[in-house]
């Protein structure tokens, strides 16, 4: 059974190890820095005692919470972790009366943009250079709606 819940100090090692195997660029005092700035927008699903995934989001301005990073572990892709994820933080910036959700994604990650797609994120326009190898970035968006907070209860 997967359980989607609050990011503790003890899964940190778990958490990088994900971060490393999704992403090419990856800081882990990020991820602690979150921690310690905005530790309810820090959310992970665990299977069996075990960390499978993990979503970080803030919120950026009045009106829209920002989606740092998702991930799921490999083995555990493709059963709906990721979308768990992303529910519980459009609930949570929901339930902080956000109206929108946005984040970032490279070009080339055709599987996540698809991903988001389906979530119902639009792509709004291309950040020119966005990432550290001068890969572009699509930035994404997605309009809130009360629904999105009754999804799920963390």
């Known amino acids: ?50 960390i499978v995934g993990f979503v970080v989001g803030y919120q ?3 009106n829209e919470g920002r989606i740092f990073s998702l991930a799921v572990k490999e ?15 459009l609930s949570f910036f929901s339930g902080k009366l956000l109206h929108f959700a946005s984040l970032e994604v490279r070009i080339t990650n055709i599987r996540a943009r698809a991903f988001y797609k389906r979530m119902e994120f639009i792509s709004c326009w291309i950040q020119h250079g966005y990432y550290s190898d001068g890969e572009d970035g699509i930035i994404m968006k997605k309009r809130l709606t009360p629904v999105d907070s009754a999804i799920i209860d963390i």
């Open 1 to 50: 059974m997967i359980i989607v819940r609050k990011f503790e100090p003890s899964d940190f090692e778990d958490v990088l190890e994900i971060e490393s195997e999704a992403f090419s660029e990856h800081n882990p005092f990020l991820y602690m820095n979150f921690y310690e700035m905005n530790n309810d927008g820090f959310l992970v699903a665990e299977y069996n005692g075990c």
């Open 60 to 62: 950026l301005t009045e």
């Open 75 to 89: 083995g555990f892709r493709s059963m709906r972790i990721g979308t768990r994820l992303m529910n519980s933080i």
